[in-house]
């Protein structure tokens, strides 16, 4: 990365034209961070380095795809993806789903997934171990104007998850997921919590027994 580069803010969102954030990211892409555009401003963040982010990633995305598949409920997960609308949003969340019918809608061999032609995932979800405000403010309205379905942020410090539904570009805080109905929130928040003294392993067949019982 150029010593100008190196010079860029982080964790915060600075004026910025479309063409300087392209310019930012093309280095940012060796350091493998996030970035995310938007109304005007860009977002720059180094990868994740802590292990209950890492931890609590891998969890979340193990409950969610395996409630999806005992449910039947196409799905096909994304990690660390970029969303673009070019010229006005882009946006790298820690997690997203297409579900159901567009399970499949983006075609193998995408690289960045234009939002102009295709349609943004169902659900998002982000990690938050040091940008809960953020996660829960600015970037919630971009994904509200992104048309997301459903969009969650996992609070690591306190094994908590904040999630929305999402309609008409506004948001509403939501116990159950709509876009997996039957989901609860507080089962994944227990999920996250028995990780912290359990094994994944262990957290996953806590995990199976609990979705098995609501089937029965």
Excluded at 11 to 34: F, M, P
Excluded at 97 to 122: F, K, M
Excluded at 157 to 181: C, E, F, H, M, W
């Amino acid at each position: 990365m150029s010593e100008t580069q190196t010079q860029l803010p982080t964790d915060t969102w600075i004026y910025a034209s479309w063409d300087e954030y392209e310019q930012a990211i093309a280095n940012l892409l060796n350091e493998k961070g996030k970035s995310y555009y938007y109304k005007g401003h860009m977002r720059l963040e180094m990868p994740p380095v802590s292990f209950d982010h890492g931890q609590n990633h891998v969890v979340i995305i193990f409950a969610v795809t395996l409630f999806a598949t005992l449910q039947g409920i196409p799905a096909t997960g994304l990690d660390t993806t970029t969303f673009r609308k070019t010229g006005i949003q882009d946006c790298q969340p820690d997690v997203a789903y297409y579900l159901r019918e567009r399970a499949q809608s983006i075609p193998t061999g995408t690289g960045i997934v234009n939002c102009d032609r295709y349609p943004a995932p169902d659900l998002v979800i982000e990690i938050a171990k040091t940008s809960l405000l953020d996660d829960l403010g600015t970037k919630r309205s971009l994904y509200e104007e992104l048309d997301v379905a459903e969009y969650w942020v996992v609070d690591v410090q306190n094994a908590q998850i904040i999630a929305y539904t999402i309609a008409d570009q506004g948001s509403k805080r939501i116990q159950v997921s709509q876009v997996l109905p039957g989901l609860a929130i507080a089962l994944l928040e227990e999920a996250l919590r028995r990780s912290r003294e359990m094994n994944q392993s262990q957290v996953g067949a806590w995990l199976l027994s609990q979705f098995q019982q609501q089937e029965d």
